[in-house]
C-alpha cells in the first residue's frame, strides 16, 4: 500500500469494556492500539471513534449498570471521559504515539464556522502525525443535541475528513442473511454495493452499556458511503483484521483499474462456477486470469462499497451536519431546476410543514403532483437552508419571484433558497460530460465488485 489513506476507525462500549464486570478490555484495547500505530508508521492518516466514558465511569464508581436519569449520565459521562483518554494515552505512550482528544455535540457540526474548525483541527492534527480519539461529548448533549450513536459521528466524521475507509467494529465477523446465532445456515454479506438492496439480518440490538446495534451501522454505512468512503463491518477482538482487508481492498482496485486501463473490463466469476477458480475474472476476449485473486482472500468482513459520485464539503455538510426543522414540498419542475444548479423559487413550492425561521434547514420533498392530499406519495429527495420561515414561505409559496414584495411587504431574496444553499441526495445528472446510463452501467457493473469508488 504506497498510497496514503485515511482510516476511521470506530469502537463501540462493548469493545472496549465487559459488560458485566465494566472493566476494560485490555488484550482487545492493546491490538487496537498496535494495529494503529502500524498503520500510522505505514503512513496512513489514523482517526479512533471511540465510545466507553460511561462504561469506565461505571467500573469506577462501582455502579451496577446504566442509569436512566440523564443528569446522572452525563455526570457519568464526564467521569468516565477523563479514565477513557487517560487509558488510550497510556496504550499510545507506550509505542511513543501521540494522541488528542476531540469531542463533539451536533450542535458543533451544525454550525457552518464550527463544523469547519473541527474539519480544519483533525486535518492539522493528522498533518502532525497525531492520531485523533473523537467521541460524543455526553456531559452536554441532550436528546435534540444528539448526534444518537458512535456510528453516526464516525460517519460524520469519516465524510469530513473525506476519510478512504471507515471501519465499525463490532462483535461479529460480518453482516449475515440470517441471525446466526439462530440459523446455522445463515450466509455471510461479503460485498454490498447498494445499500436499498441490502439483505441482511440487522435485528441485533447493542449492549446494555451502548446505544446503537446493526441496523445504526447500516445508517452509518449509507451515510459513509454516500461521502465517497468504503465502510467495513468487523471483529473488534480480531483488529489486526483492518490492515489485512485494506491491503486486498487496494489491491483489488488497482488490479481492476490496470485491466480497465487495459480495456480489458473484468467480469465476476460466481464462486459456484466450477470452470473457472473462485474470485478470478474473465476477460472480454474469454480468457481468465486470477489478478484479483492477489493477495489472498482477506478474514470475514462486509465492505460497503462508496458511491462513485461522492458528496462533499458543503453539499455534505448540509445533509448530514444540519437537523431538519421543517419540510418543503416541491414540485417536479423546482425539482428539475435544482438538479439543474438553479436556485428554488417560491413558484415551485407546493406546501410547507413544520415551524422554522430563517436561515434553518428543512427537508425536501418531491410531489409529482399539486394535489396536496397526496403528500403522503412525496420523495424525500435533499435538504435546504431557506431565506424566510416557514410562515413567511406559506404565505408565498406558488407566487413569483416579482411578488414576494407584494405579499410581504419587503423581498429579502427572490429565492427561497440559493442553490449553493441546496444539496440533493442523488447525484445531479447535469454536466455534460455524464456518460449515458447505460455506460455506467456497463462500466460499473463490472467493476463494482472490485473497485470502491
Known amino acids: 500500500m504506497k498510497k496514503r489513506l485515511t482510516i476511521v476507525i470506530k469502537l463501540g462500549t462493548s469493545s472496549i469494556v465487559n459488560e458485566s464486570t465494566h472493566s476494560p478490555l485490555l488484550s482487545t484495547l492493546t491490538l487496537i492500539v498496535e494495529t494503529c500505530v502500524a498503520l500510522h508508521h505505514a503512513g496512513h492518516h489514523i482517526i479512533l471513534c471511540s465510545s466507553g466514558a460511561i462504561g ?45 482528544q476531540i469531542l463533539l455535540t451536533r450542535n458543533d457540526i451544525a454550525d457552518r464556522t464550527q463544523y469547519l474548525n473541527a474539519q480544519n483541527t483533525l486535518h492539522e492534527l493528522l498533518g502532525m502525525g497525531v492520531i485523533p480519539i473523537v467521541n460524543e461529548n455526553d456531559t452536554l448533549s441532550v436528546q435534540e443535541i444528539k448526534f444518537g450513536d458512535n456510528d453516526t459521528l464516525s460517519a460524520i466524521t469519516a465524510g469530513m475528513v473525506q476519510a478512504d475507509y471507515l471501519f465499525l467494529m463490532t462483535d461479529v465477523d460480518c453482516l449475515y442473511d440470517k441471525n446466526p446465532r439462530d440459523f446455522p445456515d445463515a450466509k455471510p454479506v461479503e460485498i454490498v454495493e447498494d445499500i436499498a438492496e441490502l439483505d441482511a439480518d440487522v435485528s441485533s440490538a447493542g449492549s446494555s452499556l451502548g446505544t446503537g446495534g446493526m441496523g445504526t451501522k447500516i445508517v452509518a454505512a449509507r451515510l459513509a458511503t454516500a461521502a465517497g ?92 451536519g444540519l437537523a431538519p426543522h421543517g419540510t418543503l414540498y416541491i414540485d417536479t419542475g423546482a425539482h428539475a431546476a435544482l438538479a439543474a444548479k438553479a436556485g428554488l423559487l417560491p413558484v415551485g413550492i407546493v406546501d410547507v410543514a413544520g415551524t422554522f425561521g430563517q436561515q434553518e434547514c428543512v427537508r425536501i ?89
Open 365 to 453: 420533498f418531491v410531489l409529482h403532483s399539486r394535489d396536496t392530499t397526496k403528500l403522503d406519495e412525496a420523495e424525500e429527495v435533499g435538504r435546504a437552508l431557506v431565506n424566510y420561515s416557514s410562515a413567511e414561505i406559506k404565505r408565498i409559496r406558488g407566487v413569483r419571484s416579482s411578488q414576494i414584495a407584494e405579499v410581504l411587504g419587503y423581498a429579502d431574496s427572490e429565492y427561497v433558497a440559493w442553490r449553493e444553499s441546496v444539496a440533493l441526495f442523488k447525484r445531479e445528472m447535469s454536466r455534460p460530460v455524464t456518460p449515458s446510463t447505460e455506460s455506467k452501467r456497463m462500466s460499473m457493473g463490472r467493476l463494482s465488485g472490485y473497485v470502491d469508488g
Open 229 to 320: 468512503v468504503t465502510t467495513v463491518i468487523t471483529r473488534s477482538s480480531k483488529p489486526g483484521n483492518i490492515a489485512a482487508i485494506v491491503q486486498y481492498a487496494e489491491s483489488q482496485k488497482a488490479a481492476a483499474r490496470s485491466l480497465e486501463a487495459s480495456g480489458e473490463l473484468p467480469v465476476r466469476v460466481p464462486h459456484h462456477d466450477t470452470a473457472q477458480p473462485p474470485g478470478s475474472v474473465v476477460l472480454n476476449n474469454g480468457t481468465s486470469t486470477p489478478h484479483l485473486d492477489q493477495p489472498a482472500l482477506p478474514p470475514l468482513h462486509t465492505r460497503f462499497l462508496p458511491d462513485p459520485h461522492p458528496i462533499r464539503d458543503r453539499y455534505f455538510w448540509l445533509l448530514h
Open 56 to 100: 469506565l465511569a461505571l467500573h469506577h464508581m462501582d455502579l451496577p449498570r446504566r442509569p436512566k436519569h440523564l443528569p446522572q449520565v452525563q455526570a457519568l459521562a464526564a467521569i468516565g471521559q477523563c479514565k477513557l483518554m487517560a487509558m488510550w494515552d497510556q496504550l499510545f505512550a507506550h509505542l511513543r504515539q501521540p494522541v488528542a
